[in-house]
Antibody, heavy 117, light 106 residues
């Protein structure tokens, strides 16, 4: 059974940093692209970032470029999202997701990040 | 690439047929997915590649389109279908989502 389990969310002050983790199991993690998607309270889905299987390429939404960094450890079956210079508008549930080409088949349960003083 | 869904919300009754449209700001071939999301839950993939129904998804869901115009149709709405639906383009990065369509009970 495929499982994606996010952790690392919490309350952080504006300007602060947080690192999210997503532990994967039940599939061959090393060959799948991994994504982060977020959802602000009461709002729609926003794609945040992706990393290719061999770490050769990463991409970011314009809203987080230069502040967030995605990485992965294929030996630990884990993908990370380092979030720096956090703003109130980064408050959201952050999901990690993956899947075959053409769609995101598997999602975690999400972890809540709240940026507030 | 921007995706515009319409309508933003709709009210319908059990048994109704509903259609949601998703328009891309530039051509994306058939690189479009549809998701269903219920409150407090992660999204669920319904359709990939514009028209390929995912395993386990009821056949009352169907998708069509290519290029810039796409549709999701639910042929006979069931109580469990009341949810918010999102399209996502997978043609290029960033992998944008539509703003969502909330399907409510009339």
């Amino acid at each position: 059974e495929v499982q994606l389990v996010e952790s690392g969310g919490g309350l952080v002050q504006p300007g602060g940093s947080l690192r999210l983790s997503c532990a994967a199991s039940g599939f061959t993690f090393s060959i799948y692209w991994m994504h982060w998607v977020r959802q602000a309270p009461g709002k729609g889905l926003e794609w945040v970032s992706h990393i290719e299987s061999d770490v050769s390429r990463t991409d970011y939404a314009d809203s987080v470029k230069g502040r967030f960094t995605i990485s992965r450890d294929n030996a630990k079956n884990t993908v990370y999202l380092q979030m720096n210079s956090l703003r109130a508008e980064d408050t959201a549930v952050y999901y990690c997701a993956t899947g075959k080409p053409g769609g995101l088949d598997y999602w975690g349960q999400g972890t809540l990040v709240t940026v507030s003083s | 690439i921007q995706l515009t869904q319409s309508p933003s919300s709709l009210s319908a009754s059990v048994g109704d047929s509903v259609t949601i449209t998703c328009r891309a700001s530039q051509g994306i071939s058939s690189y479009l997915a549809w998701y269903q999301q219920k409150p407090g839950k992660a999204p669920k993939l319904l359709i990939r590649s514009a028209s390929t129904l995912e395993s386990g998804v009821p056949s009352r869901f169907s998708g069509s389109g290519s290029g810039t115009d796409f549709t999701l149709t639910i042929s006979s709405l069931q109580p469990e279908d009341f949810a918010t639906y999102y399209c996502q383009q997978l043609n290029s990065f960033p992998r944008t989502f539509g703003q969502g369509t909330k399907v409510e009970i009339k």
